[in-house]
């Protein structure tokens, strides 16, 4: 079974930082072998991606967050990271991180972020 554990969430003041965890784990579960991304789901809205890391480093990026947010990984330490700078009240949201290779498809429980203005 694996396991996706978000951390680093919290409140903090616009113009602020945070930097969000997820570590994985699981028998079997090769972490450098999957792309790992990180969602966010605001009240009342659908799901979203925010960043998305390959297994090649690779990086791409919502619009909204280009230039604010940075995304990296550890494959030492199976985890990933989201750097957020610059922090807005609409980057408020529930933030979740999702591992995915071939047809595995795994999802964290999600965390909170509330950016006061």
């Known amino acids: 079974q694996v396991q996706l554990v978000e951390s680093g969430g919290g409140l903090v003041q616009a113009g602020g930082s945070l930097r969000l965890s997820c570590a994985a784990s699981?028998?079997?579960?090769?972490?450098?072998?999957?792309?790992m991304s990180w969602y966010r789901q605001a009240p009342g809205k659908q799901r979203e991606l925010v960043a998305r890391?390959?297994?090649?480093?690779?990086?791409n990026y919502a619009d909204s967050v280009k230039g604010r947010f940075t995304i990296s990984r550890d494959n030492a330490k199976n985890t990933v990271y989201l750097q957020m700078n610059s922090l807005k009240s609409e980057d408020t949201a529930v933030y979740y991180c999702?591992?995915?290779?071939?047809?595995?498809?795994?999802w964290g429980q999600g965390i909170q972020v509330t950016v006061s203005s």
């Open positions: 890391i390959t297994t090649s480093d690779s990086t």
């Open positions: 999702r591992a995915e290779r071939y047809y595995n498809d795994y």
């Open positions: 699981g028998r079997r579960f090769s972490f450098s072998l999957n792309t």
